[in-house]
């Protein structure tokens, strides 16, 4: 896959100068393609960059749809426990003020682990 995205970008690019090469010169401040496309070069590294992403999040993506389902099962768990708090039955009051904590901290994992899912 890197090596099809790398050389059809080099042959796009290949191809405009040769078309814009008939109708007016290169700058003589631009790099030559073989710079840009050389290993270590600015646009293979950005090239490859890129590459290395899209592949992260082919193999994350699963991973993350996940922790995002059970972040948002947590929450809609944590609204409707708050209903509880207003009980008349204050063994069950606390039950809920119990669980409200609980649920506030799985929260806070969830997200933390889907922030650093989105950063790797």
Same mark, same amino acid.
């Given at each position: 896959?890197?090596?099809?995205?790398?050389?059809?970008?080099?042959?796009?690019?290949?191809?405009?100068?040769?078309?814009?090469?008939?109708?007016?010169?290169?700058?003589?401040?631009?790099?030559?393609?073989?710079?840009?496309?050389?290993?270590?070069?600015?646009?293979?590294?950005?090239?490859?960059?890129?590459?290395?992403?899209?592949?992260?999040?082919?193999?994350?993506?699963?991973?993350?749809?996940?922790?995002?389902?059970? *972040?948002? @099962?947590? !929450?809609?768990? /944590?609204?409707?426990? =708050?209903?509880?708090?207003?009980?008349?039955?204050?063994? #069950?009051? +606390? *039950?809920? @003020?119990? !669980?409200?904590? /609980?649920?506030?901290? =799985?929260?806070?994992?969830?997200?933390?682990?889907?922030? #650093?899912? +989105?950063?790797?």
């Amino acid at each position: 896959m890197r090596g099809g995205l790398l050389w059809g970008a080099a042959r796009v690019l290949w191809a405009g100068r040769a078309v814009g090469a008939a109708r007016r010169p290169l700058s003589c401040s631009s790099p030559p393609l073989e710079e840009l496309f050389a290993r270590g070069g600015p646009l293979r590294t950005f090239l490859e960059r890129q590459a290395g992403s899209e592949a992260q999040l082919r193999v994350k993506g699963p991973e993350l749809v996940a922790v995002t389902k059970l *972040l948002s @099962e947590k !929450e809609r768990e /944590l609204r409707e426990t =708050e209903h509880l708090l207003h009980d008349e039955n204050e063994d #069950l009051r +606390k *039950l809920a @003020e119990n !669980e409200i904590i /609980l649920c506030q901290k =799985e929260i806070t994992q969830l997200k933390h682990q889907k922030k #650093l899912m +989105k950063v790797i």
